[in-house]
């Protein structure tokens, strides 16, 4: 049996619940020799029919297009629309792929109140959808309704960067979509050079991120959204660019910071914990951040940024917990409700001496778009 089928088959026994401990991050924790030369295909493919990545896409996709959100261009939608047109347009799904953009007929040329006003980094963002079908779809109205956007927040940039660190992948998917489609490095470079304020700012000697620098916890998510800000980055950002070798250290920091904190042992295993290198017994595996690792993972160990040695056991092993914490219906478990500051709820507790305990108090949501982006994202880049 190869070492990837080892990891998988202890995983998937783990969850059946058949063993207490399973397979670590790396192939030596099982007494494994990995080879010397091995390709991230040989993690990272291979799988069984329920973890299958154009399988579990399928059905994330079909969930999304059966639901009419109630707040249509909240950035939970976009993301997850995004990562469904996307994966639509790999698997070159031509039926969910025109759904999905006939569904974006109800804001075509509509966004008049947005770019009339100072905007914001999570409404802006909603820009990744017709950037996304004018790149998949060749369709100048949605380009057009795209780059008025992208455009629109580079102008104000220095009122949409807030500091705190879901605002890497907001800023950075815009921007990064903005330069697919036009081709306009003055995007790309915004994105760079924001990123790396960002890194300044944000970035920790262990590689994670702190929320905001004036609340200083590595929250899963938050550290998702960084991870998948810098993989998009990375994706497009040229070696010789002045900005890469700072944002690809930092990346690099990161992803080794995320391979020390994955869960090894019991519940969880394979996924982060809602305050990543928290050991408090209330702390609790948390499924969005952890997809979106998966995502940031998956993509380093198949551009060869990451050592598939060293890497790709983690992010296989985080497929499959990811995987299990679906319903039926393909709906993610286990996923954190939003989070910013304890004091910023109205009438709510200040957490005051015991701030981590606001993150473990965060209602566990299934279904939420939260996770079902990440896991679009991820199961495309498995397929890409």
């Not at 702190?210 to 070696?239: K, Y």
């Not at 409700?337 to 709510?348: I, L």
């Not at 949501?365 to 996770?371: A, F, K, M, V, W």
């Amino acid at each position: 049996m190869s070492p990837a089928r080892m990891l998988a088959s202890g995983l998937l026994a783990c969850v059946l619940g058949a063993c207490a401990v399973v397979p670590h991050r790396a192939a030596e924790v099982q007494g494994i020799d990995p080879p010397a030369a091995r390709s991230g295909d040989d993690w990272l493919g291979d799988w069984p029919y329920a973890a299958s990545p154009d399988e579990v896409g399928r059905r994330i996709v079909d969930g999304f297009l059966a639901r009419v959100p109630e707040e249509p261009r909240h950035y939970k939608i976009a993301c997850t629309w995004y990562g469904a047109l996307v994966l639509a347009a790999t698997l070159d799904d031509r039926a969910r792929f025109q759904a999905l953009v006939v569904r974006y007929a109800d804001h075509r040329d509509d966004y008049e109140a947005l770019l009339a006003g100072p905007g914001h980094v999570d409404e802006n963002v909603f820009g990744i959808v017709p950037l996304a079908i004018a790149r998949l779809a060749n369709d100048p109205g949605a380009r057009r309704d795209g780059l008025r956007i992208a455009d629109h927040q580079r102008m104000r940039i220095d009122a949409h960067a807030r500091y705190a660190i879901d605002d890497m992948y907001m800023v950075t998917a815009l921007q990064v979509q903005a330069w697919r489609v036009s081709g306009d490095r003055a995007h790309l470079d915004l994105a760079a050079d924001t990123m790396v304020d960002y890194l300044d700012a944000l970035q920790q000697d262990d590689g994670l991120f702190v929320h905001h620098p004036d609340f200083r916890h590595r929250w899963a998510r938050g550290n998702g959204w960084v991870a998948a800000g810098m993989t998009e980055l990375l994706r497009e950002l040229p070696a010789g660019h002045p900005r890469h070798a700072a944002i690809h250290a930092g990346y690099g920091r990161m992803m080794q910071g995320l391979r020390a904190h994955q869960i090894t042992v019991g519940d969880g295993t394979g996924l982060w914990r809602q305050v990543i290198d928290s050991d408090d017994p209330r702390n609790w595996p948390e499924t969005s951040g952890s997809a979106m690792f998966a995502y940031a993972l998956v993509t380093g160990v198949r551009n060869g940024w990451l050592d598939p040695d060293a890497y790709g056991p983690v992010a296989r092993i985080a497929w499959l917990a990811l995987v299990a914490r679906l319903t039926p219906a393909g709906e993610l478990r286990d996923v954190s409700m939003w989070a910013y500051r304890p004091g910023s709820h109205p009438r709510g507790p200040d957490y005051a001496g015991d701030e981590e305990d606001y993150y473990f108090q965060r209602p566990r949501l299934t279904g939420d778009e939260h996770g079902q982006a990440p896991m679009l994202w991820t199961a495309e880049a498995l397929l890409r």
